[in-house]
Nanobody, 126 residues
Framework: QLQLVESGGRLVQAGGSLRLSCATS????????MGWFRQAPGKEREFVAA????????SYVDSVKGRFTISRANAKNTVYLQMNSLKPEDTAVYYC???????????????????WGQGTQVTVSS
């Protein structure tokens, strides 16, 4: 089983930056999709960004393009989400997700992932 542990969420003012980390353990892999999703109170879980572990190809939801960057550290088996120019509407619990043994264009929906972390809270104050 693959374990995912998110960290880095906290309270930040609008316009600020945060970097979320997702540390993986329990399995080694060279091919995978890694994604970040978020869920605000009363709303459905929303795709934020994803990455093909082997190629580094990325995809983003339109609302974060130009502000968020997903990246990986292969040696650490860790994926990051750098979030800049944060807005109050970015407030949510952010979840890391993974699907192993795949490559190509990473999916932008939760059904495309079968491993999930517990989430980390990001709160952006206005």
């Amino acid at each position: 089983q693959l374990q995912l542990v998110e960290s880095g969420g906290r309270l930040v003012q609008a316009g600020g930056s945060l970097r979320l980390s997702c540390a993986t353990s329990g399995r080694t892999f060279s091919r995978a999709f890694m994604g970040w999703f978020r869920q605000a109170p009363g709303k459905e879980r929303e795709f934020v960004a994803a990455l093909d572990w082997s190629s580094g190809d990325t995809s983003y939801v339109d609302s974060v393009k130009g502000r968020f960057t997903i990246s990986r550290a292969n040696a650490k088996n860790t994926v990051y989400l750098q979030m800049n120019s944060l807005k109050p509407e970015d407030t949510a619990v952010y979840y890391c997700a993974a699907r192993l043994g795949v490559m190509g264009r990473p999916p932008g929906n939760a059904a495309g992932y079968n491993y999930w972390g517990q989430g980390t809270q990001v709160t952006v104050s206005s």
